[in-house]
Each structure stands twice: as C-alpha cells, then as structure tokens.
C-alpha cells in the first residue's frame, strides 16, 4: 500500500529532447507527490511537486502530469540539457503521517549533448 | 550557508562498532527527518521529530538504530554494533510546519562498514 513504482530505470536522451519519467502508486490517502533531482554525492533537491486536485504543474522546463483515476503521475521535461544528468526520484506523502516521504527506485536520466 | 548540514560526510568503519551521525537542521526548521538510502534505490524513511519529540520511530530498522534531538535543534542519529547490511547513506531532511510539506536534505553520511 505504501509503495510508489516508477519506470524507466534509466534513460538517455539527446540534448533538447522531452525526458518523461513514470510513477504509479496504490495508496489513495497520498496527497502530495514531490519529485526530488539528485547528483551523485548529494543530497535529494526537490524539484517540482504538485497536489492531487491539478492535473498539471508547470515550473520552466518541468512539467508533472498527474491522472487520479490512474493513480498516476509523471515528470516531463522539456529541451533537455546536459546539466540535467542526474537520478530522477518520484515520490508520495500523507497529511497524517507527518509528511514523511515514500520514494520511488528512481531514474537515471543521461542527457547526450 | 543556511541548507541542511551533516557530518560526518564519511565514515569507515569495522563491523561490530558503534557509529553516531549528526545533523544540523535549516534554522528554526520544527521538523527533522532520517531517511537511508543504499545503492540505485530511493531514500527510505527511518524515524521523525517535530522539535525534540520523536513522533514516529517505528520504521527504524532494528533496536541498533536509535535517534535524539535533544534540545529541538541538531540530532544524532547512531547505530550500535555495526553490520555490513548497515552500509549505506544516511540522510537527513528538514521542514517547517507553517511552510508545508516541502523537506529540504542534507548531503548525506556514507558509511561503510568493513
């Protein structure tokens, strides 16, 4: 019931390319849905996090896309650049557990330039 | 710099010691995590603080695993008698309540034990 899957492991994509990664959940008390950026050596960076009453949130490049009937959401990046090499991780909370966040494996996003 | 920090940043240590992390919250931030993460899988929640009162520990992996913040500020975070399944990450996050739900991380503690 806790457990978010996200999909691809990883993926590589060329420089100005949309990068699109996937996250389903089961849970449907979870209402919050954060994605964090993570660079080898440091700390999870939240990135962008939408709530489940929008089915769309957009912040520049960053876009997540949520579907409640599916119980699920994705992060979308458009023109994507080298910089943007890093792990990808989905991720769910609940008002009443203190917030405390439940991961997703993650996604290795390789940007070619 | 105001971020989340810890320290150490790594530690090398022989199985069977006892280690014990710090964490030093953003300022004034009421909440404080620990999370573990090992190798190619995301962060796993451990244990939760609102000010010096631990409000939820029982997903700490064992009664090796045991946490503190004293005074509602810094916390440490020590495992007792060291397995090699202990080697991981060991992150910490800090939130304000009034703020919402964002939690902000710090760099992490890599340990490794031997």
Redesign the interface.
Known sequence: QQQVK?SPQSLIVQKGGISIINCAYENTAFD?F?W?QQFP??????LI?IRPDVSEKKEGRFTISFNKSAKQFSLHIMDSQPGDSATY?C?A?ILG??????????TQLTVLP | DTG?SQDPRHKITKRGQNVTFRCDPISEHN?L?W?RQTL??????LT?F?NEAQ??KS?LLSDRFSAERPKGSFSTLEIQRTEQGDSAMY?C?S?LRSEG????????TRLTVL
Do not use: W
């Open positions: 996200q919050y954060p964090y050596g440091k700390g999870p960076a939240l996090a991780f991720a909370s557990s203190a917030r405390q966040l439940t991961f997703g494996s993650g | 989340v909440r995590y999370y190619g899988q995301g962060p796993e929640f939760y609102q409000l939820e997903r992150l996050a939130s739900d964002t939690q902000y991380f710090g760099p992490g």
